[in-house]
């Protein structure tokens, strides 16, 4: 028995299903957030009875037992069933996927510090006097007919 199917009533929340297209989806949820942003009264109210709920039904007793239920079950099953043996060639795969993906992961999260420096670095000379002055340069020259450059 799964405590989330008993958690949810109507009077402490709301559940939006997934829809068949993101827009779909967004307008449920849009439907059911709008009005909460909106209304503080209504928010108080939902989480006072979600409060409530929680107290009433959910004690830390009963949340033991179900836990021990659920953990005898497993271990029941265990015995009952044993888990297939591992193909250690996919085993294998599995691994250097995972570690391609933590290269991967690095590899990005370095991409991403070298650009935030970069466009730091960016907005730091474009703001420096001598950016402005070669700006300013580059205007005078074009004024004047002097160049056809474009700004860089």
């Known amino acids: 028995m799964f405590i989330y199917k008993h958690s949810l009533t109507p009077e402490t929340g709301f559940l939006v299903a997934k829809g068949k297209a993101d827009a779909a989806e ?20 939902i ?7 929680v107290m009433e039904s959910f ?8 836990m021990e239920t ?18 250690l060639a996919i085993a294998e795969e599995m691994l250097l996927m995972a ?8 590899t990005i999260g370095t991409l991403w510090c070298d650009r935030n420096e970069i466009a730091r670095q960016n907005q730091a ?3 420096s006097k001598l950016w402005q002055l070669r700006r300013q340069w580059f205007r005078l020259k074009r004024w004047l007919r002097l160049t056809q450059e474009a700004e860089i």
């Open 59 to 66: 004690s830390l007793t009963d949340m033991a037992d179900q």
């Open 26 to 45: 967004v307008q449920a949820y849009l439907q059911v957030l709008l009005p909460l942003i909106q209304n503080q009264s209504i928010r108080q109210q």
């Open 125 to 127: 000379m474009k703001t």
């Open 47 to 53: 989480g006072d009875r979600a409060r409530q709920r």
């Open 99 to 106: 570690i391609e993906y933590m290269q991967q992961e690095q």
């Open 70 to 87: 659920i953990f005898a079950e497993a271990i029941a099953l265990c015995q009952t069933q044993p888990k297939p043996p591992v193909d």
